[in-house]
């Protein structure tokens, strides 16, 4: 059983940069390939995905309207997820959540795909 606990959120002016964690539990990076995706949720809205890797390697998915914006990394030996956002914007505000899922899987792929969800940090832009 995978299990994510976010950290990092918090309130930030426009521009400002923020850098969000995910703690994975339950799997090692070197035994186990996965799909990890950063989800955001905003009040109203439906949730979608920001940000994709594949634990084995190959490139990262970034959604248009965050690209350029974010940087996804992970750190094997810490079985961390990060997602580093810059330039950040009023309308970014929403809850963000960490996601797994096992192979086959796709980075990009929508969050009925993602077996495995982190309770979420709320992320607040203001202008």
């Known amino acids: 059983q995978v299990q994510l606990v976010e950290s990092g959120g918090g309130s930030v002016q426009a521009g400002g940069s923020l850098r969000l964690s995910c703690a994975a539990s339950?799997?090692?990076?070197?035994?186990?390939?996965?799909?990890m995706a950063w989800f955001r949720q905003a009040p109203g809205k439906e949730r979608e995905g920001v940000a994709g890797?594949?634990?084995?390697?190959?490139?990262?998915y970034y959604a248009d309207s965050m690209k350029g914006r974010l940087t996804i990394s992970q750190d094997s030996a810490k079985n961390t997820l990060y997602l580093q956002m810059n330039s950040l914007k009023p309308e970014d505000t929403a809850m963000y959540y960490c996601?797994?899922?096992?192979?086959?899987?796709?980075?990009?792929?929508?969050?009925?795909?993602?077996?495995?969800w982190g309770q979420g940090t709320q992320v607040t832009v203001f202008s």
């Open positions: 996601a797994a899922d096992r192979t086959p899987c796709s980075p990009s792929g929508p969050p009925g795909e993602y077996d495995y």
């Open positions: 339950g799997y090692t990076y070197t035994n186990s390939r996965l799909c």
């Open positions: 890797i594949y634990t084995g390697g190959g490139s990262a």
